[in-house]
């Protein structure tokens, strides 16, 4: 076998740039390539995921809690009253960007058809949004163009579930934003400090948004840090430590002045007791079937209870002891539970989460997951060996974000904020396999794409 002086076979050397007919279409169209890509998943994906309008329809009917808080934003100015039960006052069950977007829009809308209608196609353009930039974050990640149009089509197919009352859908598409400009961020090549003061904007809005976000955030700034010198890291202290922590301010200032407290959310405590009980079982749909679900949304004695302790605070305190002196009791029926809820996060089984899903059965959608979840672990592995920074990052938010979710009631909604990293992974088999089944000219045309889409995304 004929090798190179190095010794690798000839046969392995990457392709000679290519010149003729098919590179130089390639050449002159691939930007145009990728902007009609972009158009026409993002207007698929929008078509895949429309509504009608409902005359009947109100937002009251929606979203629990946070369509609750949003309508007091919206009548009273007031974070409060959260719970179905019972007015039990100021509340900091939830973060406080989305309630106040929901507010914004009743203002626009009102509180009947139209203002449900609007919350509803403002999500779906969210998700068209999210689906669509799936080539250009794929290219700037190291994976391919390809890979994300191979993804996205692999989504609009499955049409996971649309939360348009959750916050889900937003945090999906401000942490794929804060990825890319992260790894952008993170090249050795990189010295303005404008993708610096982007990134902590960006930080400080999804830490509002997602609470549960700021432990993968702070693991990427500090692994980071490890590789920076120290003249590099003191110029960028005000925009990625200073400006998110002046974000977040005004609301622990908030909390403060009303519960005396320093913290973003106060929920663990009554999410953990409500997961972790004699009668608990792995998801709050279970729970809430079995009238089980102890929790002041679903019972009046836990919403009575909330008020004679004092408040939030003191309740989600007094539930969190309750659930670690029973963990601590019953420590096989809590790690049945786990395991469970780790097998649902990833994998919603037809038996386990039947009843999670609208319409009843979601078969395609819940099968095309399962593929992507395998799949991902070996997309893992091959992105490792095309950018190991971006595939740090993925491991990161793949292990550490999911971690509150194990050990709470499990709902079919929590992954969704790093399921687009999920199918982008998973795709990346199929993409490798299809670029060893085209000829080499193929391949190298859409390297150039993914190499456009890299461009064009950056920040």
């Known amino acids: 076998m004929k090798t190179t002086p190095q010794g690798s076979p000839a046969a392995t050397q990457l392709p000679k740039p290519l010149t003729g007919p098919l590179f130089a279409f390639a050449s002159a169209h691939r930007r145009h390539l990728v902007t009609f890509a972009v158009a026409g998943l993002f207007l698929a994906c ?131 934003i804060i990825t890319v400009v992260f790894r952008r961020y993170s090249n050795p090549d990189v010295r303005s400090v404008g993708p610096a003061w982007l990134l902590g904007a960006l930080v400080g809005l999804l830490i509002l948004l997602l609470p549960t976000i700021a432990l993968v955030l702070a693991v990427w700034l500090a692994w980071d840090v490890l590789h920076r010198d120290w003249r590099f890291i003191r110029a960028r202290i005000v925009p990625l430590v200073i400006l998110p922590a002046l974000m977040i301010s005004p609301w622990l200032i908030r909390n403060y002045l009303v519960f005396h407290r320093l913290f973003l959310r106060d929920n663990f405590g009554l999410e953990l007791g409500s997961a972790n009980n004699d009668c608990a079982q792995f998801s709050v749909q279970l729970n809430t079937e079995s009238f089980c679900n102890i929790h002041p949304n679903e019972k009046l004695a836990e919403a009575q209870k909330l008020l004679a302790v004092g408040g939030e605070p003191q309740y989600n305190d007094m539930r969190q002891r309750e659930a670690i002196k029973w963990i601590a009791s019953h420590p096989v029926r809590f790690m049945q539970l786990t395991g469970m809820r780790v097998v649902a996060f990833w994998f919603p089984t037809e038996t386990w989460t039947r009843h999670h899903y609208p319409g009843f059965g979601r078969r395609k959608e819940r099968a095309v997951m399962y593929l992507m979840s395998l799949l991902s672990v070996a997309g893992v592995f091959i992105l490792y060996r095309r950018d190991r920074v971006s595939c740090g990052l993925c491991i990161v938010c793949l292990i550490l974000f999911p971690l509150p979710y194990y050990i709470t009631q499990f709902v079919y909604y929590h992954s969704y904020p790093v399921l687009w990293m999920i199918f982008l992974l998973g795709a990346l088999p199929i993409t490798t396999l299809l670029n060893r089944s085209f000829p080499a000219s193929l391949r190298f045309a859409a390297s150039k794409v993914a190499d456009d889409s890299a461009r064009v995304c950056k920040p």
């Open 46 to 176: 929008v078509f895949r995921y429309w509504m009608n309008f409902d005359p009947n329809d109100k937002v009251a009917r929606h979203g629990a809690e946070m369509g609750r808080v949003a309508i007091s934003l919206h009548e009273k100015g007031e974070f409060s009253d959260p719970y179905g039960t019972l007015k039990t006052g100021p509340t900091a069950h939830l973060n406080p960007v989305f309630p106040l977007l929901l507010a914004a829009m009743m203002g626009l809308f009102g509180t009947q058809a139209a203002g449900i209608f609007a919350i509803k196609v403002m999500a779906v353009v969210v998700v068209g949004l999210q689906v669509a930039l799936f080539p250009l974050v794929s290219g700037r990640l190291g994976m391919g163009a390809l890979n994300g149009f191979i993804a996205a089509c692999i989504w609009i197919v499955a049409k996971p579930l649309l939360m348009y009352a959750w916050e889900s859908s937003y945090a999906a598409l401000l942490l794929v």
